[in-house]
Structure formats: C-alpha cells, structure tokens
C-alpha cells in the first residue's frame, strides 16, 4: 500500500476527489494532509475522513527539514499539491525527486509563475481572449509551475464565459484526471 501526503491550502475539492478515488483502494490511500491555513476548508476534510492533518508553519518549512522528516515519517511515497499555494523549497524538492507534483489551472508555461493561481489565471487567459484553456499536471521543481510536464488537457472557452464559469470548467478536468494521474504515478 502506498502513501499518499497531500499539501493544500484551500476548501480541499482536489483533495476530497483523491480521497474518494483511493477509499477503498488496494494500490494507496492518503495518509497525510498538510496545510498552510488555519481555517481552510482542507482540514475539516481530513478531520471528516479520519486523516491526520499537519498545521504547516511557514519559518520551519522554509528554513527547515521538519516537514521532510513528518513526510518519512508518514512513509510519504507520493506528494500531491492540491491548491497549495507556497512555492517548495528546494530541500523538499530534494528529499522526493520526482514524486512531488501539482496541477495548474491553465496550459503552462502560459499563465504560470508566481501569483497565478486560481481566479487571477482565469482572468488573464480571458483578458489575452485566449480560445481554450485547461490543466497542466507536473512533476515539481524548486521554480513555481516549472517542472516537467505530466499531462495537459484541455476545455473550449466560448465569447459568454467568464473567469466563474471558466473555474467550473476546469474544476471539471482536475477532478477527471488529477487522481488517475495519481494513481498512474503509484503504479507505473
């Protein structure tokens, strides 16, 4: 059975579609949910779901290895950032090469790098009047949304849409394919 340690810092609807996909799985399961929020939404999943949750403080995940210790800790296999919103320091990134990945509401390198994430994504991708927008699902490095490319894919977005209505759209492709992408990683 592997290990599957989630970073998010958000309501956690990435987070709850892996846990779902891996309830009752013979291949993984999560283990660990660590965030960086006090009141985020993450947490009361893992509480709901009898996941033991790790409060991230920012001092010791930046300039320290306790968090790479709570990972091996935990047999940590997989890390999957799901909403999380800090960049990995390079230690980490060290300490799991290769199994650290995250997924981008946009098709990078386009609209990635610092403080593109959520809505700011969709908002740039319809202001540039962009004709299709999607996810991108990478492997980590010590660079915001810089890593090697896992897998795109990719929605239409129409004259009516919005930066609301685009979020719906590749809520829908994150939901499809982050936890096959998972999964797929786990067994490959």
């Not at 320290?64 to 709570?70: E, L, Q, S, W």
């Not at 202001?127 to 999607?134: D, I, P, V």
């Not at 939901?175 to 490959?188: A, D, F, G, N």
Request: include cysteine; charged fraction near 20%.
């Amino acid at each position: 059975m592997k290990n599957i340690a989630i970073f998010a810092s958000g309501a956690g609807s990435n987070a709850q579609k892996i846990i779902d996909h891996f309830r009752n799985s013979s291949i993984a399961r999560v283990a660990l949910i660590l965030c960086n929020k006090p009141e985020a939404g993450v947490l009361k999943i893992a509480e709901k779901e009898g996941i033991p949750s790790v409060l991230i403080e920012k001092e010791g995940f930046f300039r320290t290895d306790h968090y790479i210790k709570v990972l091996k800790d935990a047999s940590t296999d997989l890390v999957v950032l799901a909403g999380f919103l800090w960049k990995v320091p390079a230690n980490l990134v060290q300490a799991f090469p290769d199994r650290i990945i995250n997924i981008h509401p946009a098709l990078l390198p386009k609209y990635g790098g610092k403080g593109m994430y959520g809505n700011f994504v969709h908002e740039a991708v319809i202001l540039a009047k962009e004709t299709e927008s999607g996810i991108t699902i990478h492997f980590v490095n010590e660079k915001y949304d810089d890593g090697a490319t896992i897998l795109q894919e990719r929605c239409t977005i129409t004259p009516d849409d919005t930066p609301e209505t685009l979020a719906a759209k590749i809520h829908l492709l994150e939901h499809q394919w982050y936890p096959l992408i998972v999964e797929r990683l786990l067994t490959s």
